[in-house]
């Protein structure tokens, strides 16, 4: 008996702590939400949606949770409302003991701006078209020309994906320019001349060529010398003077 003694106060202590925190829990729950505290992780490096967008998306679609009761709050359906807004990329909705709800967002991140027939729009790292926002512009390399969304969500996005990924490139290419043909033309930051690319097929390559061409060539003939520097043609740089 004095050896089970111990095990059995052991057990009636466990008992006791985990009915007092259903207990705690449940009464929790019979309280009303006090607040809501909105945390945007990558607020520092862009502002694609705000604290005062948020509380002003939940009461527009009547989810404000404040002085609703904790168990009432459906904390799903603010993370899908949160979610359909646009510029999130994803987000993390819950109740705190000390009855707020917390809301986590990160934003989507684009990587190229798009100005075509139907107006202008971001498309970010997923490949997924954005709405540009009037409070913050992205500094990016920026597509005009003939672009259908489909050409510009898939192939043309490809490319931008290379470039963002690539320091050199996202720092020299200016401006793309998509024909109606498809082919692509490319503006540099640096530099008195365009790069013809052609087709995107086997870009990478097209890309790689240009790269010894800018740390072989340039240096010996200067940045002015041509007017035209053309990728098109496979394992050919065909440059036209001024």
């Given amino acids: 008996m004095k050896k089970l003694l111990p095990v059995i106060v052991a057990v009636v202590f466990v008992c006791y702590i985990v009915f007092s925190i259903l207990l705690v829990n449940e009464k929790g729950m019979d ?14 490096d862009r502002n694609f949606i705000t604290h005062r967008d948020v509380i002003r998306l939940l009461r527009s679609s009547d989810l404000y949770p404040v002085d609703t009761p904790l168990r009432a709050i459906n904390t799903a359906r603010i993370e899908r409302r949160i979610l359909e807004s646009g ?56 597509a005009c020309g003939k672009i259908e969304k489909t050409f510009a969500t898939t192939d043309l996005y490809k490319f931008a994906v290379f470039l ?19 082919e692509i033309e490319l503006i540099p930051r640096v530099g008195d001349f365009r790069i013809f690319l052609g087709s995107l097929d086997g870009f990478e390559e097209k890309m790689d060529h240009l790269q010894l061409f800018y740390e072989q060539a340039i240096p010996k003939v200067g940045w002015d010398k041509y007017e035209m520097i053309n990728l098109k043609y496979k394992n050919q740089i065909v440059c036209t003077k001024k």
């Fill in 31 to 44: 309280a009303v939400c006090r607040g809501v505290t909105v945390e945007i992780k990558d607020s520092a």
């Fill in 164 to 182: 963002h990924k690539h320091d050199f490139w996202n720092n020299q290419i200016e401006q793309i320019f998509v024909y109606p043909n498809k």
């Fill in 87 to 142: 510029p999130v990329e994803r987000t993390k909705v819950y109740k705190t003991p000390s009855g707020m709800v917390h809301i986590e967002i990160t934003q989507k991140t684009p990587i190229l701006r798009v100005f075509a027939d139907g107006g202008s729009y971001y498309v970010d790292e997923q490949g997924h078209a954005m709405a540009v926002s009037s409070r913050y512009a992205a500094y990016l390399p920026v």
